[in-house]
């Protein structure tokens, strides 16, 4: 076997890191485009896909075929079809579509990770601003953002829907929790609770209708407000869900101490981000990500469990507990003394 050492291997590698947008363009061009929508129904030849989507001759097989050797098409004789990965999170008709966070990232991660220079160089956000006044103007965008962001965190809600200390208590508050998936969830779970979500006053309306869809309106409200500055509701259980990774450390410490305030003696404060390891050495897409979050917020990275460990304990929590919640993500759970 050739030595990871060896020239050769350490040029490939090199080569794979700078080709890596080869592959994500694939993708986010296969989504614009339609392809695996119109898959949805079934195998196609190329000639019925192309038909379908009408996409050029010329690139067309090229991108068939490179999505097939990256996993996501499969090919049986002349025949596509979707491969199970695509089935479950490109078909616009499967609660786990992710096809809209994609185009999110297609449309404005992409083009601002190519300024990354200009970050580098200046220290200034490259996408967007830090105001959500322009973005709430437009409610089809709200509304498929949203849905894409919930999609993208069906693996997050899965997991926290089972976190076993849910019988121990009768009521929380997602803080900062959009239109109310993850509330919904957890509340449609766990029946003896009430639930809240937290969030800035656009969003009630979308918060609204979501509750409706889940049949859940009964038992989840909304609270309307900022955070960082009006009163937040009382509660057995409060989460930040990739809240802190949006706000510098003042404001990361601001925001843990009202949140031990707004518990009830006894309560727990559940946090998860893409946390760093504690020496900086990965994980890898942490890492990425916080260079991502800078790109697109001023104050915004991701941050290591020992910083967290000490917001929360200036803060006044008395027990600090971390543990894996998805292949992404790690959770904090902060607990208040009795």
């Not at 993208?152 to 929380?172: G, H, I, M, S």
């Not at 508050?173 to 993850?182: E, H, I, S, T, Y």
């Amino acid at each position: 076997m050739e030595s990871t050492d060896s020239p050769e291997v350490g040029l490939q590698q090199l080569l794979d890191i700078a080709t890596g947008f080869w592959r994500s363009q694939v993708l986010f061009s296969a989504v614009e485009c339609g392809v695996f929508g119109a898959l949805v129904d079934g195998p196609a030849t190329l000639a019925e896909l192309q038909e379908r989507t009408g996409l050029h001759e010329r690139a067309v097989r090229d991108l068939l075929d490179s999505l097939g050797a990256l996993g996501l098409l499969l090919r049986e004789g002349d025949r596509y079809r979707n491969s199970p990965v695509t089935e479950r999170h490109l078909d616009p008709k499967q609660p786990g579509y992710v096809g809209g966070f994609l185009m999110f990232m297609s449309k404005s991660l992409y083009p601002a990770w190519g300024r990354l220079p200009e970050l580098l160089r200046t220290g200034h956000l490259q996408e967007g601003d830090d105001s959500f006044g322009e973005f709430y103007r437009d409610p089809d965008r709200v509304r498929g953002f949203m849905s894409a962001m919930d999609s993208a965190a069906a693996a997050v809600t899965a997991e926290l829907v089972k976190w076993p200390d849910w019988q121990r208590y009768q009521n929380f508050v997602d803080l900062g929790g959009a239109r109310g998936n993850l509330a919904g969830r957890i509340a449609l779970a766990h029946p003896h609770l009430k639930g809240g979500c937290f969030d800035l006053p656009p969003l009630e309306p979308f918060f609204t209708e979501h509750m409706a869809s889940l049949d859940t309106a009964d038992r989840v409200v909304f609270h309307g407000g900022d955070f960082r500055s009006d009163p937040l509701p009382e509660a057995d259980v409060l989460l930040f869900g990739h809240v802190l990774h949006d706000w510098d450390e003042d404001a990361r410490r601001l925001l843990v101490a009202r949140a031990h305030a707004a518990l009830r003696p006894g309560g727990s404060l559940l946090v998860y981000d893409e946390l760093i390891d504690d020496d900086r050495g990965g994980p890898a897409r942490s890492l990425l990500m916080s260079l991502n979050m800078k790109l697109v917020r001023s104050g915004a990275s991701e941050y290591s469990a020992a910083e967290a460990r000490e917001w929360l304990a200036e803060a006044g929590f008395s027990e600090v507990g971390v543990q894996e919640l998805t292949a992404t993500e790690r959770l904090i759970v902060a607990r208040k003394a009795d």
